[in-house]
């Protein structure tokens, strides 16, 4: 995939993360694509995913398939 400009960005996380940074930020605003960051570090690389990836992504932590 191409360089993304995420300078659009708007991030988002969880309001169940609580203060203490252990989080993911997901930007799903810009066209075609769904950003995912570490929260700690918000100049650090971001993951890039297409909307079917994440909606698989999020269908399969719901059903528990990622559980340990």
């Not at 203490?20 to 769904?34: D, F, H, K, S, Y």
């Not at 995912?36 to 999020?58: C, H, M, Y």
């Amino acid at each position: 995939m191409d360089q993304v400009n995420l300078d659009e960005a708007e991030w988002r996380k969880s309001t169940a993360s609580g203060d203490n940074g252990q989080c993911v930020e997901v930007a799903t605003n810009l066209p075609g694509i769904v950003a995912v960051r570490d929260s700690k570090n918000p100049q650090g690389p971001a993951l890039i995913f297409t909307p079917g990836e994440w909606k698989a992504f999020l269908t399969g932590a719901g059903k528990g398939e990622f559980d340990i």
